[in-house]
């Protein structure tokens, strides 16, 4: 039985990780102009506002101000259908990610979570291979020959790399032994010993979900369903107005919850190096209570953890502007012959190195 | 097949090597590119214009906004002679030709003057014929101003009240190079006579 006032904060959470997830989505399409113009020796967006910084706003007026358009024969419900499923399986999976510590005042204990579920891990899985159904009934309800090779595209490449990602989740889990992020964090967060992040145990693992996260996301270089050389705009060819606003959103959505769950899985979520021996030397040189000190420490830990995920985002970015597209047979002999077997071996070696007790 | 010079030279592909294989040094060496030009753009002063606050210098040789020239003494030097309009490969000027009347001799210079000069800025391709053609010396194309963007087209068709320019020296220029304050005081001196 759940009581009330943890109810009620859960809703609060989720309606602030959602309003942030919107927010970060909102400034990733700055952020992205920004960084590329820079890696290309150009200066970005700089007219609306300081810096620029209201360029999102201008975006928004302009993409609400345009008009609604919808093809001839156009299946109209599922034309409107597939950027909210696109936008909502976005936003949904950023509810299980543990954002920060316990929070505590007085008897009132409160999680920096959503939802704490024991399978988090199996939920954003779930949720981001729905995520496909939004670009596949987008680009099939477009009656456009365009978008429907995105859509086919988006299909067939999610499903090959979420095979390659579920199996390097697989090595992450057989360390843990648990499903939830929250487990999964906190076990990265032995004391005295901050650098057992599960990077240190799991780095091919990482380099695998990593590339795994660049195609599930459909950013360059995997970002075929996209395609503007080929195929016009992919899955989105028809989409004008907001409609197609949601669709640039969810993808920028779909990064910032791949980084946060790359933080969470590989880089120690909220825990950051030294925690332990900051909240005791709060604790025992400045005389604060041990409930004030760990409420800092949960702080600086979500700071840290946004720090991480910023970091991961910039990666995102960095890489798009670097890196030219794979054909789409190069994408495919990479998820299949290279990625799925190397997951596969990098299940056997952790085996044997937990069998082997070197690492556990 | 023989080739002709005997200078074709034979490659042959030869099979990546693991590392090449492995894409991974590769996309290092690529991130590690654009990370450099990251921090160029960053920290130095990048190579953009950012135009309407900054513009770059123009040539000395620039042909931009054309102006009607006034005499020394401040009249104007057009005559309407129509040479300009002739020489105009894009058919950009138009003038009506009036007659000077008496008491007007301080503002034409010679009996025949413009009523009316037009220069359709839209059609205009600034090659600077009617510089050329002007016997009076009385068009020029400046090598400092262009003709600003505007909303309406009817904008781009500058009449007199534009083109000519104005009767005080200091606001005056020779080719487009303003006057210096002691040149511009012996203008208005002459003027004054």
Redesign the interface.
């Given at each position: 039985m759940i009581e009330l006032p943890t109810l009620g904060w859960q809703s609060i959470v989720i309606l602030v990780v959602f309003g942030v997830s919107l927010l970060i989505a909102t400034y990733c399409t700055y952020a992205e102009r920004v960084?590329a113009?820079?890696?290309?020796?150009?200066?970005g967006p700089?007219r609306a506002g300081p810096f620029g910084l209201l360029q999102p706003l201008a975006d928004a007026v302009k993409l609400f101000t345009k008009e609604e358009f919808f093809p001839a024969g156009a299946n109209k419900a599922l034309f409107i259908m597939g950027p909210c499923l696109a936008m909502i399986t976005a936003l949904m999976s950023s509810a299980v990610i543990p954002f920060g510590n316990v929070i505590q005042f007085g008897n009132n204990v409160f999680n920096l979570q959503g939802i704490e579920v024991n399978i988090g891990m199996l939920w954003v899985f779930g949720i981001v291979s729905l995520g496909v159904y939004g670009v596949m009934i987008g680009g099939w309800a477009s009656n456009n020959k365009f978008s429907l090779l995105g859509a086919i595209r988006a299909g067939s490449q999610n499903i090959s790399y979420e095979l390659a990602m579920g199996m390097a989740l697989i090595a992450v889990l057989m360390i843990s032994g648990t499903l939830s992020l929250r487990e999964i964090t906190l076990q990265q967060s032995v004391a005295g010993e901050w650098h057992f992040w599960n990077i240190v145990k799991q780095p091919l693992g990482f380099?695998i979900f990593l590339v795994c996260a660049f195609a599930e996301t459909n950013r360059t270089p995997f970002d075929l369903p996209e395609c503007e050389t080929e195929l016009v705009g992919g899955y989105h060819t028809e989409y004008s107005s907001m409609k197609m606003g949601l669709y640039l959103f969810a993808e920028y959505v779909n990064v910032f919850v791949a980084s946060a769950v790359m933080s969470v899985l590989y880089f120690g979520g909220f825990n950051f190096p030294f925690q332990y021996e900051l909240r005791d030397w709060f604790v025992n040189s400045q005389g604060w209570e041990l409930m004030s000190a760990q409420n800092l420490i949960s702080v600086l830990g979500l700071l840290g953890l946004f720090g991480k995920i910023f970091a991961f985002i910039f990666f995102f970015m960095?890489?798009r502007?670097?890196?030219p597209r794979f054909r789409y047979d190069q994408l495919m002999r990479l998820g299949w012959t290279i990625l799925i077997p190397l997951a596969i071996f990098n299940i056997l070696l952790t085996g044997g190195l937990i069998l082997g007790g070197i690492i556990k | 097949m023989q080739s002709l010079s005997n200078r074709a030279k034979k490659l042959e592909a030869k099979p990546m090597t693991l590392a090449e294989r492995a894409y991974l040094p590769a996309i290092f060496q690529g991130l590690s590119i654009t990370m450099r030009h990251f921090f160029r753009a960053a920290t130095k002063k990048q190579v953009t214009v950012r135009y309407p606050e900054e513009k770059r210098p123009f040539s000395p040789i620039f042909r931009g906004l054309h102006v009607l020239k006034r005499d020394e003494v401040g009249r104007e030097r057009c005559t309407a002679c129509g040479l300009c309009a002739v020489a105009c490969p894009a058919e950009a000027i138009t003038m009506v030709a009036g007659e000077r009347k008496k008491g007007e001799e301080n503002l034409y210079r010679e009996e025949k003057y413009a009523v009316s000069y037009e220069v359709n800025m839209l059609r205009c391709i600034f090659c600077g014929l009617c510089e050329e053609a002007c016997p009076k010396a009385a068009v020029y194309l400046q090598p400092d101003k262009m003709a600003p963007p505007r909303f309406e087209r009817d904008e781009f068709i500058y009449g007199k009240d534009r083109l000519v320019e104005p009767v005080d020296p200091s606001a005056r220029s020779i080719r487009g190079i303003q006057l210096t304050p002691e040149q511009a005081d012996a203008l208005a001196q002459r003027m004054a006579q």
């Open positions: 960084i113009a820079f890696l290309q020796d150009r200066v700089d380099i960095w890489v502007w670097t890196l | -």
